[in-house]
T-cell receptor, first 114, second 113 residues
């Protein structure tokens, strides 16, 4: 299967700890997105990369959140000093140019902060 | 700014009956519109999209959607529902010239045998 893969699928951590999620997009896709989904809500945009450049960040992305895509392939999303409100499903998606193309989502990484 | 509204939290339909899941959007330009489906503890799967052209769009698993510019709607439809269609459905909009999708809150579709 050459779809979008995310790791880990589940992460349980204590408040105040740092966590990192990894996303491997579909190989020929130059665009990569991070979304957050909480129970009963639709996915909310966090940030977007085109190749290695981070082109857009949501106001939802506080200073504790950082995302990278160093070589324009895989991406990481790090959350520092986690809070209980960070508990959510973190979804990664990728797409090719041009703009009309749909996003292809991974299975998500579920974070539980105790 | 762009936004999507899915006015129904849940839609109930009997197997074999037609189904409609509603979506309205608000954008200041020409939209790209999408429908996705999500099964429990899974990611989102693409169903169909409207970019331009024919207002009736056909997608995966027998689903279709009709773009109505005057009513700013993009309702998802299927002529005959299956129990296996039971899932969470999301409508999304992307404004031309922008790269991010904005999603609605989702509508849970429950198809009873």
């Amino acid at each position: 299967d050459t779809g979008v893969s995310q790791d880990p699928r589940h992460k349980i951590t204590k408040r105040g700890q740092n966590v990192t999620f990894r996303c491997d997009p579909i190989s020929e896709h130059n665009r990569l997105y991070w979304y957050r989904q909480t129970l009963g809500q639709g996915p909310e945009f966090l940030t977007y990369f085109q190749n290695e450049a981070q082109l857009e960040k949501s106001r939802l992305l506080s200073d504790r959140f950082s995302a990278e895509r160093p070589k324009g392939s895989f991406s990481t999303l790090e959350i520092q000093r986690t809070e209980q409100g960070d508990s959510a499903m973190y979804l990664c998606a990728s797409s090719p140019a041009p703009q009309g193309k749909e996003l292809f989502f991974g299975e998500g990484s579920r974070l539980t902060v105790l | 700014a762009q936004s999507v509204a899915q006015p129904e939290d849940q839609v109930n339909v009997a197997e074999g009956n037609p189904l409609t899941v509603k979506c309205t959007y608000s954008v200041s330009g020409n939209p790209y519109l999408f429908w996705y489906v999500q099964y429990p503890n899974r990611g989102l799967q693409f169903l169909l999209k409207y970019i331009t052209g024919d207002n009736l769009v056909k997608g995966s698993y027998g689903f279709e959607a009709e773009f109505n510019k005057s009513q700013t709607s993009f309702h998802l439809k299927k002529p005959s529902a299956l129990v296996s269609d039971s899932a969470l459905y999301f409508c999304a909009v992307r404004l031309t010239g922008y790269s991010t999708l904005t999603f609605g809150k989702g509508t849970m579709l429950l198809v009873s045998p």
